[in-house]
Every structure is written in structure tokens, then in C-alpha cells.
């Protein structure tokens, strides 16, 4: 949309991420990929046998005068476990590293200061990466709005997205749609 600015964060599976930022006031367009790795034009089961080095990642639209690209940070940072290293819960691998792909200084300044405060939180203990600049790859079609399909049948998006989302609500009510 225009005005919309771009922000690129990996924090574990994108599906789990995705369904996050959907419900985040402010947020236009949720669109799951690949990034940080040296394949050009990944696949899916490419990227999970964490050869290639991408990560799962999203690319969030956002209108700047409703959600600062630090409030989309710090959403991130508070609905995901930044001190895992590569790994979310029962996903493990390089290609669910916590990073945050910065498009400009500026956003790598917010960045930078975004992990500070989640160090400050968790005692020192964050992992999150600051990276790039990198190339995005969207993922495969049925990789999108996930949870708003096929993710309500899956077991593993069951156990995972509805705790995240609750964290959300709870700790970002004013900001959730």
C-alpha cells in the first residue's frame, strides 16, 4: 500500500510469525520467505534440510504512522524466544535463527536497540541476529496465510500460534486488530 514501509524478521517458523503480525494493528500485508542464505531461489524443503542457509522469515508491510518499524520490533521480540539459538521450541536449525534483516541504517539502528531492550529483559541472554542486506525470497503459495487455512487443522500450528497470540493480546492489546 502506498506510504507502507517494509520491515524483515525471522523468529522460527514463518507460519507462527505470520499469524502474529496479521493481527497487528498498522500491518497491510504479511508475506512468508526465505533469507540469508547463499541458494539462489530456494525451496521450502531446501530450506528445512538447512543446507542453504535462508531462514524462515516474514516480510511485514506497515503504515508508519500506526506501528513504528521499534513497535514492530519489539512485538517480535516479545512473541518469540529471542535467546534460543537456532531454534523455536521443537524447530531446530540455522533456518529458525532469530534475526532482523534491517533495510537501512536507520532500521539497523532500531535494531540494535531493539536487542538491547530485550537484553535487558532477559538478562543479557538474547541471540537475535542483525543481518544482511540479504535477498528475499517469497515462500511457495500454500505457505501463505497459513494459519488462516490449513494452520486450524494442523497439530503443530494448534499447539504453537494460539500461545503467541495470546501473548500478543496480552502484552500489545492496544495494538492488536
Given amino acids: 500500500m502506498d506510504g507502507d514501509e517494509t520491515a524483515i524478521i525471522a523468529g522460527g517458523c514463518f507460519w507462527c510469525t505470520e499469524a502474529v503480525f496479521r493481527d497487528v494493528i498498522g500491518v497491510s500485508e504479511v508475506e512468508s520467505g526465505y533469507i540469508g542464505g547463499g541458494v539462489p531461489n530456494p525451496g521450502y ?64 539502528a532500531e535494531a540494535e536497540a531493539a536487542i538491547a531492550r530485550a537484553n535487558e529483559e532477559h538478562g543479557g541472554r538474547v541471540v537475535t541476529t542483525i543481518e544482511g542486506p540479504a535477498e528475499w525470497y517469497p515462500a511457495e503459495d500454500y505457505h501463505q496465510e497459513y494459519w488462516e487455512g490449513e494452520g486450524q487443522r494442523n497439530p503443530y500450528c494448534l499447539a504453537v500460534i494460539p500461545p503467541k497470540l495470546q501473548k500478543l493480546r496480552k502484552s500489545f492489546a492496544q495494538k492488536v486488530k
Avoid at 522469515?57 to 521499534?70: C, E, M, N, R
Avoid at 513497535?71 to 521450541?89: C, K, S, W, Y
Fill in 45 to 108: 524443503r531446501e530450506v528445512c534440510s538447512g543446507t542453504t542457509g535462508h531462514a524462515e522469515a516474514i516480510k511485514v508491510a506497515y503504515d508508519p504512522s500506526q506501528i513504528s518499524y521499534a513497535e514492530i520490533l519489539d512485538v517480535f521480540m516479545a512473541t518469540h524466544d529471542p535467546t534460543q539459538l537456532n531454534r523455536q521450541g521443537n524447530d531446530i536449525g540455522t533456518q529458525y535463527r532469530s534475526a532482523i534483516f534491517p533495510l537501512d541504517d536507520g532500521q539497523r
